[in-house]
T-cell receptor, first 112, second 113 residues
Framework: DVKVTQSSRYLVKRTGEKVFLECVQD?????MFWYRQDPGLGLRLIYF???????EKGDIPEGYSVSREKKERFSLILESASTNQTSMYLC???????????FGEGSRLTVL | GNSVTQMEGPVTLSEEAFLTINCTYT??????LFWYVQYPGEGLQLLLK?????DKGSNKGFEATYRKETTSFHLEKGSVQVSDSAVYFC????????????FGKGTKLSVKP
């Protein structure tokens, strides 16, 4: 079975902390994505990467950064967490140009 | 810019009822269209897709037809089951993109026995 694994299902952090969300895929996909999901807003793209060390800003990159040092791993970094970053974070991967995304189960982050 | 609009929920149906979830889109060119489903506590998974006008995607009893003239991709199922309770997302991919999708806000479906 193809798999996208997110390192933490639930995290609680304090305002100002640095937060790392890790995502690993085992399908040798070129593309990887980070979305956040909020009630009433659906999914919004934070960053995506189409190759190792390559990244592109999505619709809401402010307050976030990403790292892709290996093809299978895509990390989302919150340099200084704020309460408005409390959300569900979804990682996904895909073969280039197919539109079929494979999602992880999500990481629910609460910032106090 | 490109966008997807889907009917707001929640939608509550009785088992064996007919389901329609409306989805319309705005896009330049000829996008590919998708329906994703998110079951409780899980990530999203692809339900069905259509890549060109008049294509019909189908899976698990669900169907959607790519209607270019009405810019729509409505999701239908003839007889829903309790296990279909989930959040459904319509999405499009611009042909020129790297594979990124633009999602609608999601429609929550609850099916009662």
């Amino acid at each position: 079975d193809v798999k996208v694994t997110q390192s933490s299902r639930y995290l609680v952090k304090r305002t100002g902390e640095k937060v790392f969300l890790e995502c690993v895929q085992d399908m040798d996909h070129e593309n990887m994505f980070w979305y956040r999901q909020d009630p009433g807003l659906g999914l919004r793209l934070i960053y995506f990467s189409y190759d190792v060390k390559m990244k592109e800003k999505g619709d809401i990159p402010e307050g976030y950064s990403v790292s892709r040092e290996k093809k299978e791993r895509f990390s989302l970094i919150l340099e200084s967490a704020s309460t408005n970053q409390t959300s569900m974070y979804l990682c996904a991967s895909s073969v280039v140009n197919t539109g079929e995304l494979f999602f992880g189960e999500g990481s629910r982050l609460t910032v106090l | 810019g490109n966008s997807v609009t889907q009917m707001e929920g929640p939608v509550t149906l009785s088992e064996e009822a007919f389901l329609t979830i409306n989805c319309t889109y705005t896009a330049t060119g000829y996008p590919s269209l998708f329906w994703y489903v998110q079951y409780p506590g899980e990530g999203l998974q692809l339900l069905l897709k259509a890549t060109k006008a008049d294509d019909k995607g189908s899976n698990k009893g669900f169907e959607a037809t790519y209607r270019k003239e009405t810019t729509s991709f409505h999701l239908e199922k003839g007889s829903v089951q309790v296990s279909d309770s989930a959040v459904y997302f319509c999405a499009l991919r611009d042909g020129g993109s790297q594979g990124n999708l633009i999602f609608g806000k999601g429609t929550k479906l609850s099916v009662k026995p």
